[in-house]
């Protein structure tokens, strides 16, 4: 049966949850179909739903629409689309949504994306419009994103707070944090949104490191600190996959211990289409419980 993020996030436990995203250079959809291997593999771990990203400005809408559909009809695993507002004229919005409705989804990502040189904007030029409009016109739910240590385009966290309030008001569900690998900054974070009067659920967005280069990538694009002790182990490890796996793996199990002791209601997995090192962190918190 399908479930609206509230009922999703009311349960007495933390739920979990993965992030995918629809793969690149992919005609003859064998990186699609590789991506359903590894989601059966992560099924195994019960996930209340998987989100799909959107390519802002919506060059993959079809594929993500196309992996949506596959979530429900094959997996029976509840999806949740993205949705970014970003180069988006009102008509594809609105159409865009209503396929949704059609198709049976009910909870959407609202964001607005990042903007790209040349972009454009139709009446929506942030997420909370996005939110305002579905919560009026359309029968879904809408969660948005946060960022634990600021969104890089604000001038302070505080800043990024006010906004994100607002969109709450506007009338998001649920919040999905930006990845983070310092649980003392979410901390804060659920600390200063308690402050200003933000009562739903926040989930926390956990990456498993694979390796050193993709850390370094991520820290690059989005404001993130990454403890000291930990990134000096990567470093020294760059070179040798497995042990900056393994390091990866440890890391991420201890971080999500430590969110599920402090209550958090779920943790969304940033999978990156892959299920090996997930499912060493999930197979390794669940046998300490
Ligand atoms: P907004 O909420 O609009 O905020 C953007 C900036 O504007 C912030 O600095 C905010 O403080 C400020 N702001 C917000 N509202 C206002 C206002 N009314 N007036 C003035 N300033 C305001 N990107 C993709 O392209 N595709 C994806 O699928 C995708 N998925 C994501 C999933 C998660 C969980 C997260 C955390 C991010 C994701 N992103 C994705 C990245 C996201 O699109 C970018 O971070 C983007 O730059 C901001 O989107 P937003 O929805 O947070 O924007």
Same mark, same amino acid.
């Given at each position: 049966?399908?479930?609206?993020?509230?009922?999703?996030?009311?349960?007495?436990?933390?739920?979990?949850?993965? $992030?995918?995203?629809?793969?690149?250079?992919?005609? %003859? /959809?064998?990186?699609?179909?590789?991506?359903?291997?590894?989601?059966?593999?992560?099924? %195994?771990?019960?996930?209340?739903? *998987? @989100?799909?990203?959107?390519?802002?400005?919506? =060059?993959?809408? %079809?594929?993500?629409?196309?992996?949506?559909?596959?979530?429900?009809?094959?997996?029976?695993?509840?999806?949740?689309? !993205?949705?970014?507002?970003?180069? =988006?004229?009102?008509?594809?919005?609105?159409?865009?949504?209503?396929? &949704?409705? +059609?198709?049976? *989804?009910?909870?959407?990502?609202?964001?607005?994306?990042?903007?790209?040189?040349?972009?454009?904007? @139709?009446?929506?030029?942030? #997420?909370?419009?996005?939110?305002?409009?579905?919560?009026?016109? !359309?029968?879904?739910? #809408?969660? *948005?994103?946060?960022?634990?240590?600021?969104?890089?385009?604000? =001038?302070?966290?505080?800043?990024?707070?006010?906004?994100?309030?607002?969109?709450?008001?506007?009338?998001?569900? *649920?919040?999905?944090?930006?990845?983070?690998?310092?649980?003392?900054?979410?901390?804060?974070?659920?600390? &200063?949104?308690?402050?200003?009067?933000?009562?739903?659920?926040?989930?926390?967005?956990?990456?498993?490191?694979?390796?050193?280069?993709?850390?370094?990538?991520?820290?690059?694009?989005?404001?993130?600190?990454?403890? #000291?002790?930990?990134?000096?182990?990567?470093?020294?490890?760059?070179?040798?996959?497995?042990?900056?796996?393994?390091?990866?793996? $440890?890391?991420?199990?201890?971080?999500? +211990?430590?969110?599920?002791?402090?209550?958090?209601?779920?943790? !969304?997995?940033?999978?990156? %289409?892959?299920?090996?090192?997930? =499912?060493?962190?999930? /197979? @390794?918190?669940?046998?300490?419980?």
């Amino acid at each position: 049966m399908t479930k609206t993020l509230k009922e999703i996030y009311s349960q007495d436990k933390t739920v979990i949850s993965y $992030e995918i995203f629809p793969p690149k250079d992919d005609e %003859n /959809g064998e990186k699609e179909d590789k991506l359903f291997n590894e989601l059966k593999i992560l099924k %195994n771990f019960n996930p209340a739903l *998987v @989100s799909v990203t959107y390519g802002a400005g919506g =060059s993959n809408a %079809n594929q993500s629409v196309g992996i949506v559909k596959r979530l429900k009809t094959e997996l029976n695993i509840e999806p949740m689309p !993205h949705f970014t507002c970003v180069s =988006s004229s009102f008509a594809n919005i609105r159409s865009y949504m209503t396929n &949704l409705e +059609q198709l049976g *989804v009910k909870n959407v990502l609202a964001l607005r994306g990042d903007i790209p040189e040349g972009a454009y904007f @139709s009446d929506f030029r942030h #997420a909370s419009d996005l939110v305002s409009y579905i919560k009026s016109d !359309h029968k879904l739910s #809408a969660a *948005v994103a946060g960022y634990p240590e600021g969104h890089i385009d604000s =001038s302070s966290l505080e800043e990024d707070l006010k906004w994100l309030k607002f969109k709450v008001d506007k009338g998001a569900d *649920v919040i999905f944090t930006q990845l983070f690998f310092d649980n003392s900054k979410f901390f804060i974070f659920l600390e &200063l949104c308690a402050k200003i009067g933000i009562a739903i659920p926040i989930i926390p967005g956990i990456l498993p490191v694979t390796s050193f280069k993709q850390l370094e990538k991520m820290t690059n694009l989005c404001r993130v600190t990454v403890p #000291a002790k930990f990134l000096e182990k990567i470093e020294k490890y760059k070179d040798d996959s497995a042990s900056v796996r393994e390091i990866g793996v $440890e890391f991420a199990a201890a971080q999500c +211990q430590e969110l599920i002791n402090a209550g958090v209601k779920g943790i !969304h997995f940033y999978t990156l %289409n892959k299920s090996a090192a997930l =499912s060493g962190i999930l /197979g @390794s918190i669940l046998q300490r419980f």
